[in-house]
C-alpha cells in the first residue's frame, strides 16, 4: 500500500479521526478516536475516558470482532471551503494486546498526546488498522 | 424517537458531523457532512464540493440504496479532555429528489451555512435520516 508524504503528513497532523465499523448484519457504527500512525499502520488506543466498562465489550471492538474490515477518517472542515480535505482509509482491524507493536503504539500515542502519559495504556487493547485503499479529496 | 432539548442543542450546534455506512457485504465507508436537525431528522445534501460526478454514484448513496442502516456522530474534540462529547445516532437513510420535506432541508441548510446560498441544491438529492437511537457521551 503505497501512501504519499503529502497525505501520510495530513493524516498525521490530525488530532482525531473518525473509525467506522459494521456489525455482522451491516448496522454501520462510528466514534471519534485518538489514533497514531506509524507510515504503514494506524493504531488506536482503547482507552475509554472516562473508563466505564471492559474494553472488550466496547462496540467497536465486538464489531471488528465480527468484521474486521473498517473505514478511518481523517479530515479538515473550514469555513472557507476550498480548504475543505479529507483522506479516507478502508483497510482491515485487530486487536493488539501485548508485543513489540504494541509498544511502539503506545510510545507514538504518549510522543503525539500528552494526556495519555499519565494513563495505564500498557494494560489495555489497542486497535491496529492495515489500510487497503487509501483515497485523497479535496485540499489535503 | 426521544430526544433531550442538551442534546438536540449539541447536534445543531456543530458545522459538521460524520455519516458511516455499509455496503451489502458489510464494508463501513464513512464521510464528514454537512448537514441539519429539525429535531426529528437530520438532512444532508449531496453537494459534491466540487462537483465531479453523478451524485446517485456517489459511495454513500449506493450503500444506502442497498443498505439503508447508517450511523450519524456528532462530536466536539478538545485538548482538555474532560470536554470530550459525542452523539451517536444510529437510524435509517433515504434520499429525497423533491417535494416539501425537500424543500425544508434547503432552507434550513442555506439558513445554517451561507455556502449553500448560491449552489443549486434544490436540483440535487438530500439524504434524510431518521434516528432510531441516540446515544450521547461525556460532556454534551
Not at 506509524?38 to 465489550?57: A, C, H
Not at 471492538?61 to 476550498?82: F, H, K, L, P, Q
Not at 504518549?110 to 495519555?116: F, I, P, S, T
Not at 487493547?125 to 483515497?135: E, G, H, K, Q
Request: charged letters at 25%; aromatic letters at 8%; a positive charge.
Amino acid at each position: 500500500m503505497r501512501i504519499t508524504r503529502t497525505v501520510a503528513a495530513f493524516i498525521r497532523s490530525a488530532r482525531i479521526a473518525h473509525l467506522a465499523t459494521a456489525d455482522a448484519a451491516g448496522q454501520p457504527h462510528v466514534v471519534p478516536i485518538c489514533f497514531v500512525f506509524d507510515g504503514r499502520r494506524i493504531y488506536s488506543p482503547i482507552d475509554e475516558k472516562p473508563k466505564t466498562r471492559s474494553p472488550l465489550r466496547l462496540k467497536r471492538v465486538r464489531n471488528i470482532a465480527s468484521n474486521s474490515r473498517v473505514a478511518v477518517i481523517v479530515d479538515r472542515y473550514d469555513e472557507d471551503w476550498n480548504r475543505l480535505a479529507y483522506v479516507l482509509i478502508s483497510g482491515t482491524a485487530g486487536l493488539l494486546h501485548r508485543g513489540s507493536n504494541h509498544r511502539k503504539a503506545i510510545t507514538l500515542l504518549r510522543r503525539k498526546y500528552r494526556q495519555y502519559r499519565s494513563m495505564a495504556l500498557e494494560k489495555r487493547p489497542v486497535i491496529t488498522i492495515v489500510p487497503a485503499r487509501v483515497t485523497g479529496w479535496g485540499n489535503v
